[in-house]
């Protein structure tokens, strides 16, 4: 894959800057790993498979942007003659299709995520998930087709760009209709989450097609620089805060349920000899849960 990113030679500060936001890429990742799993007791089991999911999106995208960066500092080094960072002599190219294939596995985690958080009848989840993931992954492959023309053939990569386009708007057609159905019967203060998350998500998805017609805009050194710092902060926003939302709606209707901290938590503080509530005992506490 010949993307615009091996068209270029470098200077220090473009360079640099791509290498940094990369690297704050994984290391994002990785601490929202630590969230996920650390919190997952704060909701009822029947929303855990929210943080779940959060959790495999999260291992996948750390590993792909760990490579990504590897890919980066790999394909370019300086060049003391010209004071520039220009392609090594291994050979090695910049690729983004890394990505892609990342996508592949996130695209369809985080949206069967949400159809976990809002009230949705088992029979019409099913087939959301079918959908959601067939149009999901259509959307990613076509998109990949598409890079590999990017600096090769205009007509064909823009062609494949426009087809991945198409299962993309079905893709937000969904989503914009489950979210509002699976608002309704939820507390209010879960549902204005969700209006939230359907916002964060409409503009951090549409990050992404912006990246991919990056040399359409700035067909040099600051367009590379933009794409990778565009890809990065629609990673964050689409895959970390739009996961802290989901699970804070999840806590809001675990709470509404009546749900309390899980029972293993309440024991251990009671091990110590002091309870969550401050006042009953352990055996109180696990009795109160019981009924
Ligand atoms: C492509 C190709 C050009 C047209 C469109 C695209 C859309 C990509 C999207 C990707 C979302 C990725 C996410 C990843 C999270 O891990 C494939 C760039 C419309 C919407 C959310």
Same mark, same amino acid.
């Given at each position: 894959?010949?993307?615009f990113?091996?068209?270029?030679?470098?200077?220090?500060?473009?360079?640099?800057m791509?290498?940094?936001?990369?690297t704050?890429?994984y290391a994002?990742?990785?601490?929202?790993?630590?969230?996920?799993?650390?919190?997952?007791?704060?909701?009822?089991?029947?929303? /855990?498979?929210? *943080?779940?999911?959060s959790?495999?999106?999260?291992?996948s995208?750390f #590993?792909?942007?760990? @490579?990504?960066?590897?890919s980066?500092?790999?394909?370019?080094?300086?060049?003391?003659?010209?004071?520039l960072?220009e392609a090594?002599?291994?050979?090695e190219?910049?690729?983004n299709?890394?990505?892609?294939?990342?996508?592949?596995?996130?695209?369809?985690?985080?949206?069967?995520?949400?159809?976990?958080?809002?009230?949705?009848?088992?029979q019409?989840?099913?087939?959301?998930i079918?959908?959601?993931?067939?149009?999901?992954?259509?959307m990613?492959?076509?998109?990949?087709?598409?890079?590999?023309?990017e600096?090769?053939?205009p007509?064909?990569?823009?062609v494949?760009?426009a087809i991945s386009t198409?299962?993309f708007?079905?893709?937000?057609?969904?989503m914009?209709r489950v979210i509002?159905d699976?608002?309704r019967?939820?507390?209010e203060?879960?549902? /204005?989450?969700? *209006?939230g998350?359907?916002w964060l998500f409409?503009?951090?998805?549409m #990050?992404?097609?912006? @990246?991919?017609?990056?040399?359409?805009?700035?067909?040099?050194?600051?367009?590379?620089?933009?794409r990778?710092?565009t890809f990065t902060?629609?990673?964050?926003?689409?895959k970390v805060?739009?996961?802290v939302?989901?699970?804070?709606?999840?806590?809001i209707r675990?709470?509404a349920?009546?749900?309390?901290?899980?029972?293993?938590q309440v024991?251990?503080i009671?091990?110590a000899?002091?309870?969550?509530?401050?006042?009953?005992?352990?055996e109180?506490?696990?009795?109160?849960?019981v009924?």
């Open positions: 894959m010949l993307n990113e091996n068209q270029f030679a470098y200077s220090s500060m473009a360079y640099e791509v290498a940094h936001v990369l704050l890429g994002v990742m990785l601490a929202a790993l630590a969230y996920f799993i650390l919190t997952i007791r704060t909701v009822a089991p029947r929303y /855990r498979i929210s *943080s779940v999911l959790v495999v999106v999260m291992v995208a #590993l792909l942007l760990y @490579a990504q960066k590897g980066w500092t790999e394909t370019f080094t300086f060049n003391a003659a010209t004071g960072y090594s002599a291994s050979g190219r910049f690729s299709g890394f990505r892609y294939l990342n996508w592949l596995i996130d695209v369809p985690m985080l949206l069967i995520q949400i159809l976990f958080v809002l009230e949705i009848a088992k019409r989840r099913t087939s959301m079918f959908w959601f993931s067939l149009s999901g992954s259509l990613i492959i076509t998109g990949y087709i598409g890079q590999f023309y600096t090769t053939n007509t064909a990569w823009l494949w760009g198409v299962f708007v079905h893709v937000l057609y969904l914009h509002n699976g608002k019967d939820i507390p203060a879960a549902a /204005r989450v969700m *209006s998350i359907w409409l503009i951090s998805w #990050l992404y097609p912006g @990246a991919y017609l990056m040399p359409l805009f700035l067909n040099n050194e600051a367009g590379v620089v933009g990778q710092m902060i629609a990673d964050i926003t689409s805060i739009y996961g939302m989901l699970s804070y709606a999840a806590m675990s709470r349920e009546g749900y309390q901290e899980d029972l293993l024991f251990s009671g091990k000899g002091k309870t969550t509530n401050g006042s009953k005992s352990v109180q506490s696990l009795q109160a849960m009924e």
